[in-house]
Nanobody, 120 residues
Framework: QVQLVESGGGLVQAGGSLRLSCAASGIINSINVMGWYRQAPGKERELVAAMSIGGRTNYAASVKGRFTISRDNAKNTVYLQMNSLKPEDTAVYYC??????????????WGEGTLVTVSS
């Protein structure tokens, strides 16, 4: 069983910053990709940023230059530094990981989500 636990969401004013963290636990061989998605009310879930185990990154156009993803492979943890936040960044942010396990093989795992609210 692999679990992702997110932290760091909250309420912030426009222009402010937040840092999200997501730690994976369980019997893990490796994590190929870790990333963040978000879902705003009435909208579909969308990719925010992702990072491969080798350090390659992918960002949504709407967050480029404002958000930075990073990860600590030794701790199976991924971070999302969010700067210059806008009201349109308000959403539930979900951690996502492509995990290789010794017992169950490869799987996609989701966290339960953390709410980010940006006030204008």
């Amino acid at each position: 069983q692999v679990q992702l636990v997110e932290s760091g969401g909250g309420l912030v004013q426009a222009g402010g910053s937040l840092r999200l963290s997501c730690a994976a636990s369980g019997i893990i061989n490796s994590i190929n990709v870790m990333g963040w998605y978000r879902q705003a009310p009435g909208k579909e879930r969308e990719l925010v940023a992702a990072m491969s185990i080798g350090g390659r990154t992918n960002y949504a156009a709407s967050v480029k230059g404002r958000f930075t993803i990073s990860r600590d492979n030794a701790k199976n943890t991924v971070y999302l530094q969010m700067n210059s936040l806008k009201p349109e960044d308000t959403a539930v942010y979900y951690c996502n990981a492509e995990v290789s396990t010794w017992i169950a093989g490869d799987m996609i795992v989701w966290g339960e989500g953390t709410l980010v609210t940006v006030s204008s």
